[in-house]
Each structure stands twice: as C-alpha cells, then as structure tokens.
C-alpha cells in the first residue's frame, strides 16, 4: 500500500481516517478468466471472535507453509462435455458460469475423482458456485448445483447477513449415489486493517457458517443413510481487487483446519540484510499503536522503511540511548528499522 507522508498534521488525520475508512466488496473485486491467485498455507491458534467495526487483525506472525495457486480460465477452455451443463444459458440458465478453476484431483477406496473443473457465476447480483465436472473412475461427470450456492452477495458492506440453500448429487459408477444438502448464512461481521506478515490490507471480514448433510446410498448394500457433518465456518477477510481472499482460516468443529494468506517476500524491501540482529537492539511495544521506543540503532543515524521500500521517517545521528519514534499516524503494517551505519534491520509493526 502506497501512501505519502505530509508534515500537516491535517492530512495525517486525512490520511489516518482513509487508511481506516469502511470499504465495499463487489464484482470487480472477483477473480476474471487469466487470474492466478498465489497464497501460502500456515496454522494459527487465533481467537476468531476478535472482530467488529475498525478492527485491526495483526497476524503479521503466519509463518508461510506450502505454496498454493487458483488460476481462473474461461469455460470455453473445459472439457466440452462440461460445457454443455456450464455453458448452456438456455437449458440451464442459473448454472452458465463465467469461470472455472481446476480443482483437486482425489482418490479413495473404489472411488477415483480427476480432471475436476468447479465452475462460478460471478455479476452485479453477486458470486456462486454453480457446480463442477470431474472423471469418476474414467467417466466424464457433471455436477449440477441445484439451487446454487451463493458464496457472496454484492454489493457487500459491513453488517449485511444472508443465507442460501444448495444441493448437488453425484452417481457414482458401480458403487451407488452420493448427495450433500448444504445451508451457507453470512454475515460480514468486521472492516479494518488486517496484517499479514509481507502486507497490509484494508478489508471486510465475512464469517459463514456451513451446515451440511451427506446422503450416502450403497448399491451392494441396498440401503442409503444421511449423515450430517460437523459445523464448518469460514473466515474470509476480503480486500479490494485481490480476486481471492487475503486470508481465510476454516474451523470444523470448533478447530482451525485450514489457513490460508497471501504472501508475496517481494514486497518486504531486500536490499538490506535481516539478520544477525544484535542483543542489544531492541524495540517496544511492537507492535506499536503511538510511539515506537528504540534502543541500541541510532548512534550513527535510521530509517523508517515501509513495506513497499518507502522511507517513511528519519533520525538523526545521536548518542542517546533511547528515541521515541512517533508512529500514531503511520499506516498500520510491517514496517524495517534500519541503522545507517551497518544496514542492521529490525522489523516492526504498526498496529492501531
């Protein structure tokens, strides 16, 4: 994020308002044909409750895991036989999608699922996922929706609530059937800043609870039984342009199952060197919401360096052994130390 400091402390007000300000989610906002999003996989022990309006999330301590990717590609590029479920305004108009992604390839006992193609309606009414199209052990499958499931309802602003039910069923070749109900209710219940360990994002946090009932029928057996699923809730918190979100964290029963973040070390300025930090450096409290104490950096002179390679505020050489750095109306985010004389970097955050 790209922001210019001024020494008016009018515009800093200006400026600290706007790095704040309540922001909407709409279909510009979703992933296109040619989009790749890239996130990195982590854990966390977060308190998920910890939301509301002009709220700051720091989880600038994620630490990245295995490096995942969705490209989104026009559905005209899926295997054609999908198309015409897909791609057919006329027979099947509340499932035409206007993208799709490869999704997981999966296997399990007697059961082989590949080629997969999940496949979303994304417009002004809002974004859904209409279904998907998969081999099953070697035959072509599609995989209708019925209703849709609709992931986000546009436009979105903080407080909206919405619900939708959705439906799909799968014959599975010489094994039987397999179905799952599904009750998906939102509620965006958060806006503020959120930082991730190489960004900071104004977003909107959307919280939606999954109540869902497997339907299993066993051609062997004879006999079909339902079975519904442990509560599953996704926490997304969803900034402007980014397709995707820039973190989501999923419980199931309570337990954080999957985290997922952007994550791009690019942004984090490299040319200085981040390690080998003395013991006698030290600052406080980091992260820091007013005034950032430092210790041990300023005897020949540091900068402040912002995420994007920005420096943001300078002192003066001293042989003082304290300096108070006022940060109060420094956007939220990561943020580099950096001593002049020997390039010793420390990282800290600005936190709100």
Same mark, same amino acid.
């Given at each position: ?19 704040? @300000? ?9 992933? +296109? ?7 990195? $996989?982590?854990?966390?022990? &977060? ?13 600038? +301590? ?34 035409? &999608? ?24 994304? $417009?002004? @009414?809002? *974004? ?14 599609? #995989? ?7 992931? *986000? ?54 919280? +939606? ?43 199931? &029963?309570? #337990? ?26 030290? @600052?406080?409290?980091?992260?820091? @919401?007013?005034?950032?104490? #430092? ?35 420094? &956007?939220?985010?990561? *943020? ?17």
């Amino acid at each position: 994020m790209k922001r210019m400091l001024r020494p008016l402390p009018l515009v800093f007000c200006c400026l600290s308002f706007a790095a704040s @300000a309540q922001i909407s989610i709409g279909p510009a906002d979703m992933p +296109s044909p040619g989009d790749t999003v890239r996130f990195r $996989n982590s854990t966390t022990t &977060a308190n998920m409750t910890e939301t509301g309006g002009g709220h700051t999330w720091d989880f600038s +301590s994620l630490q990245p895991g295995a490096e995942g990717a969705d490209t989104a590609v026009t559905v005209g590029s899926t295997p054609f036989l999908y198309q015409f479920f897909f791609n057919n305004a006329i027979l099947y108009p509340e499932n035409k &999608a206007d993208l799709a992604m490869r999704g997981t390839n999966m296997g399990m006992q007697g059961v082989q699922i590949s080629d997969v193609f999940n496949y979303f309606k994304s $417009n002004s @009414a809002g *974004y859904r996922d209409v279904g998907f199209g998969a081999n099953i052990n070697g035959l072509p499958t599609y #995989v209708r929706r019925t209703p849709v499931d609709w992931i *986000y309802r546009f436009p979105m602003d903080f407080g909206n609530m919405d619900s939708s039910a959705s439906h799909f069923e799968i014959s599975v070749p010489t094994l039987g059937f397999y179905g799952q109900d599904q009750m998906r209710r939102n509620e965006v219940d958060g806006w503020g800043t959120l930082i991730l360990p190489t960004d900071t994002f104004q977003v909107l946090r959307v919280k +939606s609870r999954l109540q869902r009932t497997d339907t299993l029928y066993v051609n062997q057996l004879g006999f079909g039984i339902s079975l519904p699923e442990p509560e599953t809730i996704e926490y997304k918190w969803l900034a402007q342009g980014m397709d995707e979100p820039v973190l989501q964290v999923t419980t199931v &029963a309570g #337990v954080n199952t999957l985290v997922r973040f952007h994550y791009h070390p690019s942004d984090i300025p490299t040319s200085v060197p981040a390690a080998s930090v003395p013991p006698s450096v030290h @600052a406080w409290p980091n992260p820091a @919401a007013t005034v950032l104490h #430092v210790e041990g950096l300023a005897s020949a002179g540091l900068d402040l360096v912002s995420a994007d390679g920005r420096v943001v505020m300078t002192v003066a050489p001293s042989m003082a052994l304290f300096h108070g750095l006022d940060v109060a109306s420094l &956007a939220p985010g990561p *943020y580099l130390l950096r001593s002049r004389s020997d390039g010793t970097v420390l990282r800290v955050v600005v936190a709100h």
